[in-house]
């Protein structure tokens, strides 16, 4: 099982870009993080940390939940911590994995699978 990415990242990595806010604005991409995205007011900053506080107990319970099942292996939130670039993240809309992360992304998960690879 995988930890969910930080969105906090990913917001960070785009908000500066303005095709990015062009996209989540008139597609309503996950508001809850990406509405406002270059406001440094507080109540912006404390709803996007609040979504990810909500993302971080989510994995904390992905990794209970898997802990609990016998043949159920957890990444011990590598992809959470994973520290993405730009070039991880899609330009369609600049919040999901690009063609690059999701490659990284199978690395990572790989990595914690049950199986041994053969070569």
């Known amino acids: 099982m995988a930890s969910i990415p930080s969105l906090y990242r990913m917001w ?3 908000k500066s870009k303005f ?3 062009l996209v989540w604005a008139s597609a309503s991409i996950c508001q809850s993080m990406l509405a406002n995205p270059t406001s440094t007011n507080l109540a912006d900053e404390t709803r996007r940390l609040e979504v990810q506080a909500r993302v971080d107990a989510y ?3 992905l990794r209970t939940e898997c802990g609990a ?3 159920c292996t957890f990444d011990d ?3 959470a911590n ?3 670039t730009s070039t991880h993240i899609s330009t ?3 919040f999901h994995p690009s063609v690059e992360g999701q490659r990284v992304l199978a690395t990572i998960t790989w ?3 049950r199986y041994p690879t053969t070569g």
């Open 59 to 61: 994995n904390t319970v």
């Open 12 to 14: 960070s990595l785009s």
């Open 111 to 113: 990595a914690y699978n």
């Open 77 to 79: 939130n590598a992809v």
């Open 92 to 94: 369609s809309d600049y």
């Open 19 to 21: 095709a990015a806010r």
């Open 82 to 84: 994973y520290q993405f």
């Open 69 to 71: 099942l016998p043949r």
